[in-house]
């Protein structure tokens, strides 16, 4: 079964959702994946805003069917720890894309345990992280870990300065948000189209993460000084799809914040970093290269591979 969308929005623009997901229903027929049922749901309900038509006796619009099963309840299936629990595809930003298992238990343990003692989530706090939900951030750090914890977690549609700057912080005083989780792509956007815009709003972070790759000193100084207004504490963390959850970061109240640092490792993971001399550059001078390995979790994946090639 195949679970979709007709549309939904970015930047302003409704865009076609159905399209690409017929493309992957075609794709998988051709690996001898064959679905036999594709669910959308309508972006606005009782209409139908995709270009793309439903296959009939194939395609079911959600909205249509949901109401025929109204106060029926459905047992859960159990499932051993060690069952997959979801496929995810590194973004390829630094070598080939990997398609990469996690598990049920341990993932959902480790992701459920960095949520409390790294973000300091609780069951009355409104947490937001402000990522991509398909990617591994949105996974373990929108739905699985917070909503593990009973926390209640904002999910948004379409990019962070649209119409202007001043969105994410109009959505956190709204909702009442007061733990933010974003990367420092999203912080140095918002920095540079609306510096001074946090101050127009009346929230209140405790506490806020910055994810996914190095953020400069002076982004994180106006991360700590603006966005969060010299009160909320900031971890700044380092991890990757491989991983599943965070094995580098500092714990809040606990250890000191250092601006641009990922701090040291997390419970249950001991990271160490390599410093190699690669090619000499074009001009003579010896570039280095420098990886970073750790000795993970029960959140790090189970398998993992390359995509094959067509």
């Not at 914040?257 to 419970?267: F, L, Y």
């Amino acid at each position: 079964m195949l679970i979709t969308a007709d549309a939904y929005y970015r930047g302003g623009n409704l865009l076609d959702h159905k399209k690409a997901a017929d493309i992957a229903f075609a794709k998988a027929k051709e690996e001898n994946v064959v679905a036999e049922k594709v669910l959308v749901w309508q972006r606005h309900t009782g209409k139908y805003s995709a270009q793309t038509p439903l296959v009939k006796g194939r395609d079911f619009v959600i909205n249509e069917i949901l109401p025929k099963y109204r106060g029926q309840r459905v047992e859960p299936e159990r499932m051993l720890a060690t069952d997959p629990l979801f496929l995810m595809y590194t973004s390829g930003s630094t070598g080939r894309p990997k398609a990469c298992q996690h598990s049920t238990g341990g993932y959902l343990s480790y992701v459920a345990g960095t949520s409390k003692m790294i973000q300091d989530i609780h069951p009355t706090d409104v947490y937001w992280c402000m990522a991509d939900i398909g990617w591994i951030t949105g996974h373990s750090y929108i739905v699985y870990g917070p909503l593990a914890l009973g926390a209640s977690s904002v999910v948004y549609e379409g990019v962070p300065n649209y119409p202007d700057a001043g969105r994410p912080w109009r959505i956190a005083e709204e909702l009442g948000v007061n733990i933010f989780h974003t990367s420092p792509t999203a912080i140095r956007a918002l920095r540079r189209d609306g510096p001074e815009e946090p101050k127009k709003y009346h929230y209140r972070f405790k506490h806020m993460t910055t994810v996914g790759e190095p953020i400069e000193p002076e982004v994180w100084r106006w991360y700590y000084s603006v966005v969060g207004k010299g009160e909320a504490v900031i971890v700044d963390t380092w991890w990757q799809t491989e991983n599943g959850g965070f094995p580098c970061s500092t714990v809040p109240a606990l250890a000191p914040m250092k601006p641009g640092s990922a701090a040291p490792g997390c419970p249950a993971s001991t990271p160490s970093s390599t410093t190699t001399t690669a090619r000499r550059s074009r001009r003579g001078r010896a570039r280095r290269a420098t990886s970073a390995s750790a000795i993970l979790g029960p959140g790090s994946c189970r398998r993992s591979g390359v995509i094959p090639t067509a």
